[in-house]
């Protein structure tokens, strides 16, 4: 009944600028937590950055000061700003969410297929 979709990943040259989407759809209630990770083969999924319903935020320490994550409530989406991106930043970017769906109880947690991006000369 809930979607997540990502979009906005592509192939940047470092120090580039990349800005992804993730769109939430479905028999939604309410969403409390979103956020993004990433993951390159070989290596463990990495928690990127995330953001409360009321606007908390958190960065893991390798993207602070580059990345920006904000969301838009009335439309169910999430961002992420990446700034002056690194070789290193290049991995499937997952968005994942705690959401509260109508006519069940509880939350669920809910992860979106990734989009990939790639930073290179």
């Known amino acids: 009944q809930v979607q997540l979709v990502e979009s906005g990943g592509g192939l940047v040259q470092p120090g580039g600028s990349l800005r992804l989407s993730c769109a939430a759809s479905?028999?939604?209630?309410?969403?409390?937590?979103m956020r993004w990770y990433r993951q390159t083969p070989g290596k463990q999924r990495e928690l990127v950055a995330g953001i409360t319903s009321g606007g908390s935020i958190n960065y893991a320490d390798s993207v602070k000061g580059r990345f920006t994550i904000s969301r838009d409530n009335a439309k169910n989406t999430m961002y992420l700003q990446m700034n002056s991106l690194k070789p290193e930043d290049t991995a499937v970017y997952y968005c994942?969410?705690?959401?509260?769906?109508?006519?069940?109880?509880?939350?669920?947690?809910?992860w979106g297929q990734g989009t990939q991006v790639t930073v290179s000369s």
């Open positions: 994942n969410a705690i959401v509260r769906a109508l006519f069940v109880s509880g939350d669920f947690e809910s």
């Open positions: 479905g028999s939604i209630f309410s969403i409390n937590v």
